[in-house]
């Protein structure tokens, strides 16, 4: 585990905190120095944070209360961080971010294939912890550009799905079909454009709002989940289809997909 002082340097950050309107951070991290100075952190810009130990400890919290969003140490006493992704995943849709030690990058897209929205290596900048954890929640909770119209306009159609963007869900034959918060948005992005081919770099922009990183595979990762949702042969995509050397294309027409 690596140590606090290494993890985090924190320095001051304006205070917003409305009780009204805070968001609930669930920040489970085995390494009680460096969470306690993550936890003040977080509470200076105006979030609410409950720390918890362990996955055990995570687990029933979660059970206990709502939260905004899950901050998820990969390396726990009790538990596998992997494995406990995975039952957070089964019984919430909560949004969650990874924050681990291991240098490995099959760790991080494992995580991300098992249902985590971010995630964000140590030693990290806190700065960068908070705006990682503002985005997803944003993403979470913004409305789409077409709210104002209406809850009609709120819904794509393409053929048997629907992207419901008013309430944040996608259907195939009427059927809910379960995506995190970030593959919804990927999957908005991509149906906005349909017919158009947009890179993995215009997909970040779009979404995360930042450039991809140059070896940063995560796009693919979050798009092979979103075809195992929404496909009816994932080995065979007929909605996303990859155009090789370019980026992906939502297919504009449907018609019996």
Do not use: H, N, Q
């Given at each position: 585990m690596t140590r606090a002082r290494d993890a985090v340097v924190t320095r001051p950050v304006a205070a917003r905190h409305n009780p009204a309107m805070a968001h609930r951070v669930l920040m489970i991290e085995d390494d009680l120095r460096l969470g306690a100075m993550v936890a003040t952190y977080l509470k200076g810009a105006g979030l609410e944070v409950e720390q918890a130990a362990d996955g055990t400890t995570g687990l029933a919290a979660l059970g206990a209360g709502r939260f905004d969003l899950v901050l998820l140490d990969l390396m726990l006493p009790d538990a596998d961080g992997l494995e406990l992704?995975?039952?957070?995943?089964?019984?919430?849709?909560?949004?969650?971010?990874?924050?681990?030690?291991?240098?490995?990058?099959?760790?991080?897209?494992?995580?991300?294939?098992?249902?985590?929205?971010?995630?964000?290596?140590?030693?990290?900048?806190?700065?960068?912890?908070?705006?990682?954890?503002?985005?997803?929640?944003?993403?979470?909770?913004?409305?789409?550009?077409?709210?104002?119209?209406?809850?009609?306009?709120?819904?794509?159609?393409?053929?048997?799905?629907?992207?419901?963007?008013g309430a944040r869900e996608v259907r195939v034959d009427g059927a809910p079909r379960p995506l995190t918060s970030h593959q919804f948005e990927l999957l908005v992005a991509l149906a906005e454009s349909a017919g158009r081919v947009l890179t993995r770099e215009q997909l970040m922009e779009r979404v995360r709002g930042e450039p991809l990183d140059a070896f940063d595979r995560s796009i693919d990762v979050h798009v092979g989940r979103i075809r195992a949702a929404i496909e009816d042969d994932p080995r065979h995509p007929r909605r996303i289809v990859t155009v090789r050397g370019a980026g992906y294309v939502f297919a504009k027409s449907q018609d019996g997909a």
């Open positions: 992704c995975r039952r957070i995943r089964m019984r919430s849709d909560v949004p969650i971010v990874m924050v681990t030690a291991r240098g490995d990058i099959a760790d991080r897209i494992v995580g991300l294939e098992l249902g985590a929205d971010d995630y964000l290596p140590k030693p990290f900048e806190p700065r960068e912890l908070l705006a990682r954890v503002r985005a997803v929640m944003r993403r979470r909770v913004a409305p789409g550009p077409a709210d104002a119209a209406g809850p009609a306009a709120d819904t794509m159609r393409f053929g048997r799905l629907e992207i419901d963007r």
